[in-house]
């Protein structure tokens, strides 16, 4: 069987995360549980990961990895951007910038399933059935 593995890296302050880091995680978990059961069907499985950061690591919070690889940097035309994100500046204390993920001329704070599933459709070789999906 072939594996797909799925990383998500996020801040955790004592156990807390921010609410974009959340949105993304609830996400995240949902689309994992679809993919798990689709993709068993063509002898792939899925291998989920969880990294919590410390504030120091904040840059990486709110990324999710496939088999390595960013979610930004699997997209055709995705790029890393920054946008306030009040919730981190309540959590850690001080002002900050927080990952967003800009594509298709939309910026997203929170991952939305789309964009999650459309990479991991492309990493194991099944983007054609995705259509234009977005």
Excluded at 39 to 46: A, D, E, Q, R, T
């Amino acid at each position: 069987m072939k594996q797909l593995t799925i990383e998500w890296r996020h801040l955790d302050e004592k156990g807390d995360t921010c609410l974009r880091c959340s949105k993304t995680g609830k996400t995240l978990s949902q689309v994992i549980n679809d993919l798990r059961k689709e993709l068993k069907k063509n002898g792939i499985v899925i291998r989920f990961k969880e990294t919590k950061l410390s504030k120091s690591k904040l840059a990486q919070s709110n990324m999710i990895l496939f088999n390595g690889v960013p979610l930004e940097e699997i997209l055709p035309g995705a790029k890393n951007s920054q946008s306030h994100c009040q919730s981190c500046c309540e959590l850690i204390g001080k002002n900050v910038q927080c990952r967003s993920i800009q594509y298709n001329g939309k910026m997203y704070e929170e991952i939305p399933e789309e964009l999650i599933r459309k990479a991991a459709f492309i990493v194991v070789g099944m983007n054609k059935q995705l259509g234009d999906c977005i």
